[in-house]
């Protein structure tokens, strides 16, 4: 069973920058896409970004555009996101997920289904 494990959340102030980090077990398996989602106290889950494993297109949620980025390591079998200009409604759980399969178009990277493992989350809290 493939593992996912995420690090890097904390406590930060409005305008701080954070970068969350995404480890997989499965050293020979090779996805086909990883992806960030998080979720607000009494919210669903939505998505953040997502990023393509082999062309390495990335795709982004409107709230984080310009200021959150994903990147990948494949040789350290690494995602991360790095989130700049954090505000209070980035607060939230956030969870990596992946698939192995091929996502058929760009809007598909958006939706939790596309998704067949994901980590335990962690939490980021923006706050003064």
């Known amino acids: 069973q493939v593992q996912l494990v995420e690090s890097g959340g904390g406590l930060v102030q409005p305008g701080d920058s954070l970068i969350l980090s995404c480890t997989f077990s499965?050293?020979?398996?090779?996805?086909?896409?990883m992806a960030w989602f998080r979720q607000a106290p009494g919210k669903e889950r939505e998505f953040v970004s997502a990023?393509?494993?082999?062309?390495?297109?990335?795709y982004y949620a409107d709230s984080v555009k310009g200021r959150f980025t994903i990147s990948g390591d494949k040789a350290k079998n690494m995602v991360y996101l790095r989130m700049n200009s954090l505000n209070s409604e980035d607060t939230a759980v956030y969870y990596c997920?992946?698939?192995?399969?091929?996502?058929?178009?760009?809007?598909?990277?958006?939706?939790?289904?596309?998704?067949?493992?994901w980590g335990q989350g962690t939490q980021v809290t923006v706050s003064s």
């Open positions: 997920a992946a698939t192995y399969y091929p996502v058929p178009h760009s809007d598909t990277y958006r939706d939790r289904g596309t998704y067949h493992f």
């Open positions: 499965e050293r020979t398996f090779s996805f086909e896409a």
């Open positions: 990023i393509n494993w082999s062309r390495g297109n990335t």
